[in-house]
């Protein structure tokens, strides 16, 4: 990716920065404010602390816009940080933090005999087994919780954000010219099915699977 082409001027990434840097981070388990403040440590441990006088851009995908911007609103990252790129970031909540909850209702209905759901009974405690190991972050991400208090407060970062945002309602389905309407039909189902799903029980909003477009884009101040 390094030397993919940005712009019509032919910049690339390795043309634009003299160096790029990855951060893994445990992202289940350990609270997000706790993963900032190790980027912190992580950073000004190979010199990039205050105002260490580089250009310094953070590229952040989904939970990590949410890490980048606790480190920056609250842990004094703006004097680190020139500029955050956000891709899907939850900045406010995503409804996959009521998944756990909705699961252990479902599964409720099941033991206690609902026709309907009985035969879904090992997806859903699937669900609510992969959910649960999760739950610190997840639950973190529910709009609600104080972790989101803290973040939207309204407080200027002083630096540039930059937000891009999916929505799956979007996706353009290519058809055979010469396929006829029920091969369409199909087409379009097998393809639009599962995002369509999910905007009818889960989102009801334009949405890139994970997180609302409207959450994607909220930012408070």
Not at 91 to 98: F, I, K, Q, S
Request: with cysteine; aromatic share 8%.
């Amino acid at each position: 990716c390094t030397q993919t082409v940005l712009n019509e001027s032919g910049d690339t990434l390795s043309k634009k920065y003299e160096l790029l840097l990855t951060f893994d981070y445990e992202n289940l388990n350990t609270k997000i404010e706790d993963t900032a403040r190790l980027l912190k440590n992580k950073l000004s441990q190979i010199g990039l602390g205050d105002n260490h006088g580089k250009q310094f851009t953070i590229i952040a995908h989904s939970m990590g816009g949410l890490v980048s911007r606790y480190f920056i609103e609250n842990e004094g990252g703006d004097k680190v940080v020139t500029k955050l790129i956000m891709l899907g970031t939850p900045n406010n909540g995503t409804p996959w933090a009521d998944v756990r909850d909705m699961a252990e209702t479902l599964i409720t209905y099941a033991i206690n005999g609902s026709v309907v759901l009985k035969p879904w009974l090992f997806v859903l405690s699937l669900l609510r087994k992969t959910v649960k190991n999760a739950q610190i972050t997840l639950k973190q991400m529910d709009k609600e919780s104080d972790f989101y208090k803290v973040l939207n407060q309204g407080s200027d970062p002083g630096i540039s954000y930059v937000i891009i945002a999916g929505n799956t309602q979007t996706i353009l389905i290519r058809y055979d010219e010469t396929a006829g309407l029920i091969k369409r039909l199909f087409t379009r189902i097998k393809k639009k099915f599962f995002y369509n799903t999910l905007d009818t029980i889960l989102f009801k909003k334009p949405n890139d699977i994970a997180v609302t477009v409207e959450s994607i884009t909220s930012i408070t101040g």
